[in-house]
Structure formats: C-alpha cells, structure tokens
C-alpha cells in the first residue's frame, strides 16, 4: 500500500461521522471516488455509491462498508456546565473514562472530556464499584450552563473520540478510530480503483458504497440495496481479533496479520453456501491468505442485503481488528492489502453463469 492510499485511510479514519452524522465521511468518499467511478449515486438517507462498468450490464456486484462510527449524541447540560449524553451505536461503559471527545455544534467543534467523581472523594465500597456511563458527564470546560450554551452546545449534538490515526511497526499496523467500518469502505474504494487504473476486466457491473447508519439499525444497507438492486454482494467489515489477552480461540477464531476473515455466519444472516465456497477457491486459487471466523451475535449490513427484495446471495468480509467499539482500534495493513486483492480477484471472476449457480435449485 502506498503512501497516497494510507493518506486516505488516515483521512477517513479520523473524519466525524457517527450513525446520523455523516456527511463528511461521505463527502470525502465522493471527492476520492469520483476520480475514477464511472457513476455515483446516492439514496436519501445519505450512502454513497460508485458505479464501475465491465464488459457486462449484468450481475451487479454490490461491495459495501458502513460509513458510520459508533459515537455519542449531548441529552442535557445541568446548571454547572456539564454535559450528558446517550450512544449511538454499542459502547462498553468501561473503556469511556477519562477520554477525549470532540463534539461538534452548529458554531465550531469543540473539546470535551468524559469524567465522573474523581477517587479521592468516594468511599472505599464506592471506589469498587465499576462506574457506568449514568454518573459520567462531559466537561467542556464551562461552570455554567449559559456559558456551555454560548460555547454553541445545545442537546442532540454529535460526539465522536478524539482519536488520531497513526501507523507503528515499521508500517505494518495501523492505529485509530472507526475501523469499524471506515476499513470496508476503505478496500471497496481502493480496489474498484485498482481495477480501473490498471485496466483490469470483469464481466460484471460492480458497484461499491458506503452505507449509513448501520451501527444503529443497518438502515442505509437497506435503502442502498433497494436502489441497487445487486445479484450478489461482498459486504466489507471488520472482524473481532482474538489474538488479544482473555478471548478464547472458539469466541472469535481470527488473529490480527493472519489473513482476512470469510464470515461463515454472524448474528444476522448466514451467508449463500454456493458463495462461500466460490470465495473461499478463489481466495486459495490466487494464494491470498484467509481465516474462516464466524460473529454470532453481532449483525452486518448483509443482514437487510441479503433478504432485499426476492433475496440477494451475499456474504462477509472481514479484516481482524483488535479492540473495536473502543477509542483505538489496531489492525494489520497486510491484512487490509489481502482483502482488496481477494475483491479484485473476485470482481475478475464473478460472471453471470457463476452467479446463477449460486441460487439455482
Ligand atoms: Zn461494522
């Protein structure tokens, strides 16, 4: 990956696009899309699609990532100054303490951080308890709450980490926020790329996009296949890494640099079997190394795709990432290299005939 391609990482990854407020994920999707795309769409809950046309009309091919980050939404400012909030998306209380936000008002975003009680006034049998995100608050700094408003606070405002991208290991791990799914749409975007610089052929339409709210209710992979209407989908999303400290191997079989993940079930969809298998000999066919995994109980765009009007073959893609729905995520760019080569192989061999043997009964 070169230098041009991480920038664009870095630069989707640090963007603020929680579920509901994503247009400046969005909008820089379309800045770097439309240097190659030969279409963009759009469906009116703010996704992103990038058309590229092969040598045939049919079957579309439909590769989404989720634009959307887990982030946290202002519910009330109390008369010192300090904020409340809701989540948008799953957190676990225990990773917010003490971490820096940025909340953006309708003036400028501004600098926050997430506190409660400090130790030296609790009790011994308070200082056990684990504090959840009901006594936390956000403190902007202000002692008032006319002086939080002036500072353009109001309820219902977007709050995201405060969390910059880095890379360490000599390039080979990637470090920050929103991987969960910037990562998806980070490989949907640089693959279809590759395959139109470097002239590649595919008998197929192939259409990446970037999906709205899904962390909330996978609700813009929902009106996206609708508008799209796919014959098969490659839904691009990151995988729980087990290689990390009290995960079992069973609990979530990838590891981070081990290769990208194929779903073979998650808590929303199984995948068409045809498909897997299809992916699977291609994946092995090109040497592209992959760990079968499986995420019982989360869900995945390809939850609404794959029952989209009369039922769309689909399947996951995921690349092992350490820590998600936290402040940093950490994942393997070789990893990341691996899934966009599968998706070019996979876009190169995906013909009509090959489709409808994946539903023919
Ligand atoms: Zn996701």
């Given at each position: ?33 439309k ?70 008002t ?24 684990v ?30 980490p ?39 052929e ?7 996009a ?61 995948p ?90």
């Open positions: 990956m070169d230098q041009s391609e991480l920038k664009i990482l870095k630069e989707l990854s640090e963007s603020f696009g929680p579920s509901g407020f994503e247009l400046e994920t969005a909008n820089i999707v379309k800045k770097y899309v240097e190659f795309a030969d279409e963009i769409l759009t469906d009116k809950l703010g996704s992103v699609m990038f058309k590229i046309k092969g040598n045939a009309e049919k079957p579309v091919i439909l590769i989404p990532g989720h634009t959307d980050e887990i982030g946290f939404v202002i519910s009330g400012i109390d008369k010192s100054g300090f904020l409340t909030f809701n989540t948008l998306g799953g957190w676990f209380d225990q990773v917010l303490l003490a971490q820096r936000v940025t909340i953006r309708h003036k400028v975003d501004r600098l926050g951080v997430i506190t409660s009680k400090p130790p030296h006034v609790l009790d011994p049998e308070e200082r056990k308890k504090v959840t995100k009901k006594e936390m608050f956000i403190d902007i700094g202000c002692s008032s709450k006319e002086e939080a408003e002036e500072e353009g606070i109001r309820i219902g405002d977007p709050v995201v405060d969390s910059p991208f880095s890379v360490i290991r000599n390039g080979k791990i990637a470090v920050g926020k929103a991987f969960d799914d910037r990562l998806g749409i980070f490989a949907a975007m640089i693959a279809l790329k590759r395959i139109k610089e470097q002239g590649i595919h008998p197929n339409t192939v259409i990446g970037a999906t709205t709210q899904e962390e909330v209710g996978l609700r813009g992979a929902r009106t996206t296949a609708y508008l799209v209407d796919p014959d098969v989908a490659f839904v691009l999303e990151i995988d729980i890494s087990s290689d990390v400290p009290g995960i079992e191997e069973h609990q979530a079989p990838s590891k981070m640099g081990q290769g990208m993940a194929i779903l073979t079930h998650d808590g929303s969809m199984i068409n079997q045809p498909l897997k298998e299809f992916v699977i000999k291609v994946a092995e066919e090109a040497n592209i190394k992959y760990q079968l995994s499986a995420m019982p109980r989360g869900g995945t765009d390809a939850g609404v795709i794959h029952i989209s009007r009369v039922g769309v073959p689909s399947i996951v893609l995921g690349i092992p990432t350490r820590h998600i729905h936290s402040w940093v995520g950490m994942t393997s760019i070789e990893d990341i290299e691996r899934m966009i080569k599968l998706l070019i192989e996979l876009i190169k061999y995906t013909d009509k005939q090959t489709v409808e043997s994946f539903t023919t009964i």
